[in-house]
């Protein structure tokens, strides 16, 4: 079992920067892939960047490539997604999902996969 809070949403103005954080209950953090999720008011939960247990391997969603990057210390039991250069179209609740995983280098990139997630923190960027 692990239990997931995330911080660090809030409002923006279009082009600013938001640092998301995650943080994780349990002793066995560095066994789980990891991920952020977005919804976005009246859409389906989608994809934003998933990372693998060691951080050495990643992925991103088309939308965001480029401005957001998705990192985590597994000392501190914490993931992060940093955001740059937003826009209004990043606006939404954001999750962080974790699933165990055996692979060391592998991530999932479906939503089905992940068993535990945090409760969500709002992204509001104003244009």
């Known amino acids: 079992q692990v239990q997931l809070v995330e911080s660090g949403g809030g409002l923006v103005q279009a082009g600013g920067s938001l640092r998301l954080s995650c943080a994780a209950s349990?002793?066995?953090?560095?066994?789980?892939?990891m991920a952020w999720f977005r919804q976005a008011p009246g859409k389906e939960r989608e994809l934003v960047a998933a990372?693998?247990?060691?951080?050495?391997?990643?992925h991103y969603a088309d939308s965001v490539k480029g401005r957001f990057t998705i990192s985590r210390d597994n000392a501190k039991n914490t993931m992060y997604l940093q955001m740059n250069s937003l826009n209004a179209e990043d606006t939404g609740v954001y999750y962080c999902?974790?699933?165990?995983?055996?692979?060391?280098?592998?991530?999932?990139?479906?939503?089905?996969?992940?068993?535990?997630w945090g409760q969500g923190t709002q992204v509001t960027v104003s244009s």
């Open positions: 990372i693998s247990r060691s951080g050495s391997f990643t």
């Open positions: 999902a974790a699933t165990p995983i055996l692979s060391d280098s592998g991530y999932y990139i479906n939503l089905g996969a992940y068993a535990y």
């Open positions: 349990g002793r066995t953090f560095s066994m789980y892939a």
